[in-house]
């Protein structure tokens, strides 16, 4: 039997297998566990929120973090590079055509997010290929880290009861509680 707080040997694979692929199921396969697949579903749902597997993956989570310095902050710097590159700063173009500037001109940040170049030369002229990261997918992203893309419905206070109000009063929308509570008190 393991010691109090430690995880089984299983329930250890399980938690490395989950970090490698983020599919808690597939990760519950992985470890050695068996069942259908709507079993390994239930069951894997069930490991991830095991206190010990839970504190185990976070522990491994901020270990790997520190070895590898990929932090929150260095992902929405990436993303933010992409979403927000200008191909100005790569290329000119004009009347005389096209011109890529020197890779040997670029800061390492502007380099990193080209995710193409290449050239193909025949005998009746040349192709040049140039192509940045997806600058949509990285807005979407960061949009959505920022929840830019929430939709939120007008609440309607006046048929709120008064537990309601004082549950929006400790989530989501103290300002708003306090704005008419403040404007409708006699």
């Keep these: 039997m393991p010691a109090r707080g430690s995880l089984t040997p299983k329930q250890q694979r399980f938690v490395e297998a989950y970090l490698i692929s983020l599919n808690a199921t597939q990760a519950y396969l992985d470890a050695g566990y068996h069942g259908s ?10 490991l991830l929120r095991n206190p010990k597997i839970a504190l185990a993956l976070q522990a491994r989570q901020a270990t790997l973090q520190a070895s590898t310095q990929v932090t929150q902050e260095r992902v929405l710097h990436e993303l933010a590079l992409v979403a927000f590159a200008d191909m100005a700063c790569y290329a000119t173009w004009g009347r005389e055509g096209v011109k890529l500037k020197d890779a040997a001109d670029l800061p390492p940040e502007q380099s990193r997010v080209v995710a193409e170049v290449s050239e ?20 979407t992203k960061l949009g959505e880290h920022l929840g830019l893309f929430q939709t939120r419905l007008p609440i309607d206070w006046e048929h709120l009861s008064p537990e309601q109000i004082r549950r929006l009063a400790q989530g989501e929308a103290p300002q708003k509680v306090l704005a008419y509570v403040n404007g409708h008190a006699h």
């Design 120 to 139: 193909t030369t025949t005998q009746y002229g040349g192709t040049i290929r140039f192509k940045l990261h997806d600058k949509i997918a990285a807005l």
């Design 37 to 46: 697949a709507n079993v390994a579903a239930v069951e894997a749902h069930k």
